[in-house]
């Protein structure tokens, strides 16, 4: 039985790292990965494996469970508990930051989305790692009126509390009314269609 084990650890091992070499060396072949869910999962194992140590005590979500409660501040200054003030809703959370390119194209896509859902669907909040003013000035600049919240980027930001211990940006949570983690997405949306795919649970 152990050899059976070590077997298939190398299997898992092979295909890591013939993953993280197709994504180094074939970015188109990366984009098709990536848009597929077992394609997230192979490259969320691969990403999680680089990361830098999480701090201690520091809680990660992952799939199924409850986010992790946070006090964040809001683009205006309040402060708010999350999960909690998510209760009751589905949310699709996207964080995000002001120098990120591929956040700042995908973002008039989850403005659009965002409009469409009415006050009872999916609730779209955005997460800026990013300073206010900078957050600030960019939300205005695209037109954006979805809630965004503000936190600093770091070991233990939102972020990583929400499964992304690799820090990487545009990603994004898909979180139940009852505030448990459905699924994850790192990378951008490539259209307001890859957003309604993607956000059914």
């Excluded at 074939?26 to 140590?53: C, H, K, M, S, W």
């Excluded at 995908?106 to 989305?113: I, K, T």
């Amino acid at each position: 039985m152990r050899g059976h084990g070590k077997i298939l650890l190398i299997a898992l091992l092979a295909a890591i790292a013939g993953a993280a070499a197709s994504l180094y060396f074939e970015p188109t072949i990366a984009q098709r990965l990536a848009g597929t869910e077992p394609g997230q999962r192979v490259l969320g194992a691969v990403l999680e494996a680089q990361a830098p140590a999480v701090p201690a005590g520091v809680k990660i979500a992952k799939r199924g469970d409850i986010v992790p409660a946070m006090m964040l501040a809001t683009i205006d200054g309040a402060k708010i508990d999350v999960p909690a003030a998510w209760t009751g809703k589905p949310v699709l959370v996207n964080l995000w930051a002001s120098w990120c390119a591929p956040c700042l194209k995908e973002m008039p896509d989850l403005q659009a989305y965002s409009g469409e859902q009415g006050a009872n669907g999916m609730q779209v909040v955005g997460i800026a790692l990013d300073d206010v003013a900078s957050a600030q000035a960019m939300l205005q600049r695209l037109g954006i009126t979805y809630s965004n919240l503000i936190d600093a980027p770091g070991p233990a930001d939102a972020g990583v509390r929400l499964g992304n211990p690799a820090g990487v940006l545009p990603y994004s949570v898909l979180v139940s009314a009852e505030g448990r983690v459905i699924k994850t997405k790192i990378g951008p949306f490539e259209s307001q269609e890859d957003i309604d795919r993607w956000a059914q649970p």
